[in-house]
């Protein structure tokens, strides 16, 4: 498991899928200090490196990444951690298109 900070190459994540599921990445992203930890079996297991390092529950959301696509489907907004109904969202996905966004700009500042 690791929390980027800083950037991330696509050629690395490309090695990390291919060493885990093969064609894709879990990460979890925290909108708010636009921080991705990936890398991980479970998704919860990436929240709860985030929560250990200073992250707020309600800034986390769960994705995939799939990084042999094309960039309007390399990121899956899919996870167990994403059902959050106190919060909003009733789904495994993210409702909030606003939040999607967040998401993806983290994502794009983060991989290159």
Same mark, same amino acid.
């Given at each position: 498991?690791?929390?980027?900070?800083? %950037?991330?190459?696509?050629?690395?994540? +490309?090695?990390?899928?291919?060493?885990?599921?093969?064609?894709?990445?879990?990460?979890?992203?925290?909108?708010?200090?636009?921080?991705?930890?990936?890398?991980?079996?479970?998704?919860?297991?990436? *929240?709860?490196?985030?929560?250990?390092?200073?992250?707020?529950?309600?800034?986390?959301?769960?994705?995939?990444?799939?990084?042999? %696509?094309?960039?309007? *489907?390399?990121?899956?907004?899919?996870?167990?951690?994403?059902?959050?109904?106190?919060?909003?969202?009733?789904?495994?996905?993210?409702?909030?298109?606003? %939040? +999607?966004?967040?998401?993806?700009?983290?994502?794009? *500042?983060?991989?290159?």
């Amino acid at each position: 498991m690791k929390i980027v900070k800083d %950037t991330l190459s696509l050629q690395e994540l +490309r090695k990390m899928a291919v060493d885990s599921f093969g064609n894709l990445v879990k990460a979890v992203v925290d909108v708010d200090r636009g921080l991705i930890a990936l890398d991980a079996e479970l998704h919860s297991d990436l *929240e709860a490196l985030l929560l250990e390092n200073g992250s707020r529950q309600e800034s986390l959301w769960g994705v995939n990444l799939y990084p042999e %696509t094309k960039p309007d *489907e390399f990121i899956e907004f899919d996870s167990m951690i994403n059902m959050r109904p106190s919060f909003g969202n009733r789904s495994r996905g993210v409702d909030d298109e606003v %939040t +999607r966004k967040k998401i993806a700009k983290v994502v794009a *500042e983060r991989i290159k």
